[in-house]
Nanobody, 124 residues
Framework: VQLQASGGGLVQAGGSLRLSCQASGSISNIDNLGWYRQAPGKERELVARMRRGGITNYAAPVKGRFTMSRDSFQNKVYLQMNSLKPEDTAVYYC???????????????????WGQGTLVTVSS
């Protein structure tokens, strides 16, 4: 499945942003949907991961501030980010891993897909 992330921007510390990730096919049967981020000079890290059954895990730095959700009818995944901090500044990527997706009546196994990334900058 192809993924396209959007919603990044510049926000002051304490503010909120909502990221969106549009999938090109059905996300209902994808094993794992996730959001990752990569700050300058650092490795890409997991932010949140939602399993097919809906159980969602969050990285410790964002727990209680970020919420991941999905709309299976629109094939979208969201990341609501509240109480943003300067250390949340990064390029955010959506990810799909495992299971299968369907499009136009045809279903295909899902490997690992990444969106193109959207930049979030939090000013102090």
């Amino acid at each position: 499945v192809q993924l396209q992330a959007s919603g990044g921007g510049l926000v002051q510390a304490g503010g909120s942003l909502r990221l969106s990730c549009q999938a090109s096919g059905s996300i209902s049967n994808i094993d794992n949907l996730g959001w990752y981020r990569q700050a300058p000079g650092k490795e890409r890290e997991l932010v949140a991961r939602m399993r097919r059954g809906g159980i969602t895990n969050y990285a410790a730095p964002v727990k209680g501030r970020f919420t991941m959700s999905r709309d299976s009818f629109q094939n979208k995944v969201y990341l609501q980010m509240n109480s943003l901090k300067p250390e949340d500044t990064a390029v955010y990527y959506c990810n799909a891993d495992g299971g299968f997706y369907c499009r136009g009546g045809a279903c295909t196994s899902q490997g690992i897909s990444w969106g193109q990334g959207t930049l979030v900058t939090v000013s102090s």
